[in-house]
């Protein structure tokens, strides 16, 4: 069974810091551009960090950065979100998700459309 699996979510203090993995089974992640996306209550899901399937190149919206850093370990098939100086706005359900358009590139992309597997989500909530 092709999947993703979030984890690292949770409760954490503006200011704190929390680590997200995105982890795969039933296939190989190498290669493929893996996108973060969040979803606030009463907002649309949106794209905001990628990083590439061929030399590990990474993307921000500006939302996130400086704050963010996105990275993988092929090896261990799995993908990370590092999240520093958390503010109450970046709370949401963070989603990682593979895409096929940029497959093998130094490329990567944070369109929803271009999403080919979604994991199930994680709950991320930033307050004092």
């Known amino acids: 069974q092709v999947q993703l699996v979030e984890s690292g979510g949770g409760l954490v203090q503006p200011g704190g810091s929390l680590r997200l993995s995105c982890a795969a089974s039933?296939?190989?992640?190498?290669?493929?551009?893996i996108a973060w996306f969040r979803q606030a209550p009463g907002k649309e899901r949106e794209g905001f960090s990628c990083?590439?399937?061929?030399?590990?190149?990474?993307s921000y919206a500006d939302s996130v950065k400086g704050r963010f850093a996105i990275s993988r370990d092929n090896a261990k098939n799995t993908v990370y979100l590092q999240m520093n100086s958390l503010k109450p706005e970046d709370t949401a359900v963070y989603y990682c998700?593979?895409?096929?358009?940029?497959?093998?590139?130094?490329?990567?992309?944070?369109?929803?459309?271009?999403?080919?597997?979604w994991g199930q989500g994680t709950q991320v909530t930033v307050s004092s």
């Open positions: 990083i590439s399937g061929r030399d590990d190149s990474a």
């Open positions: 039933g296939f190989s992640l190498d290669y493929y551009a």
């Open positions: 998700a593979t895409s096929s358009t940029y497959y093998g590139t130094n490329y990567c992309t944070i369109s929803p459309r271009d999403v080919g597997v």
